[in-house]
């Protein structure tokens, strides 16, 4: 079994910074892509920025420029860095990766439970 533990949201007003952090633990042989999406309410899940095991990075326009992603593959960890917040960037932001545990031969995707980021004056 493998679990995404996130932390790092809360409130931050317009212009300020946030870092969310995902670390991911339990029977774990390898990790590939890692993830972020956030969630507004009443909407589908969208990518915010993905992370490959070789350090390939995707964003999407809206936070190109502002939010960077990285990733300790030691750690099975992964963070955003998020500046220049926005009102618009308020959702829940919820960590992803494609996990090969110990035993498997195949990927299998796991969530984190979630951590809002609000972005208000």
């Known amino acids: 079994q493998v679990q995404l533990v996130e932390s790092g949201g809360g409130l931050v007003q317009p212009g300020g910074s946030l870092t969310l952090s995902c670390t991911a633990s339990g029977s774990i042989f390898r990790v590939d892509a890692m993830c972020w999406y956030r969630q507004y309410l009443g909407k589908q899940r969208e990518l915010v920025a993905a992370i490959g095991s070789g350090g390939t990075t ?3 326009d809206s936070v190109k420029g502002r939010f960077t992603i990285s990733r300790d593959n030691a750690k099975n960890m992964v963070s955003l860095q998020m500046n ?6 308020t959702a829940v932001y919820y960590c992803h990766a494609d996990v090969m545990e110990y035993g498997r031969r195949s990927y299998l995707r796991y969530w984190g439970q979630g951590t809002q980021v609000t972005v208000s004056s």
Do not use: V
């Not at 220049?84 to 960037?89: A, F, H, I, M, T």
């Open 58 to 60: 995707t964003y999407a």
């Open 84 to 89: 220049s917040l926005k009102p618009e960037d």
